[in-house]
């Protein structure tokens, strides 16, 4: 695992701890650890070429650990995560904001780089279709 993801996830964890939502009064579900999430990550590159060519689509999107470890680790060309749960949202933004601010580090050292970066709310019931995403993901522990 690179050392930009592994600073991308210290940044995180600061926020809202290590499984997400922490005092900000944050639901606890479905969240992966930076570990798992990267080995998950390899597993998609082996077996369904998830590339910097990809668009990567995250249903249920939460915190946004997974659009920001994969447009961080992959650099994938598109990272887009949709979330309903209006309070996980507002969270996924403070990491985004985080992740961005990492990016535009004043000294020009920052290795972590998440442009292509987007966090949606909204139900992804309302999508017409799922183009133009070449990867589309989905973590249900139920």
Known sequence: MSESTKALYRAINFITGSLGGNSYGGPIYGELKMESMDRLVQVLIKHTNLSKNSRFLDVGS????????????VKVELSI???CVENRHKLSLT?????????????????VNTP?????HGNICDAINLNPFTHVYMFDIG
């Not at 650990?65 to 680790?73: E, G, I, R, T, Y």
């Not at 992740?99 to 020009?108: F, H, I, R, S």
């Not at 292509?116 to 949606?120: A, D, G, R």
């Open 81 to 83: 995560g949709i979330e």
């Open 116 to 120: 292509n970066c987007y966090l949606v």
């Open 95 to 111: 990491h985004l904001k985080k992740a961005l601010e990492l990016t535009l580090n004043v000294n020009g050292t920052s290795p």
């Open 62 to 73: 939460g915190l946004g650990k997974p659009n920001l470890h994969v447009a961080q680790s």
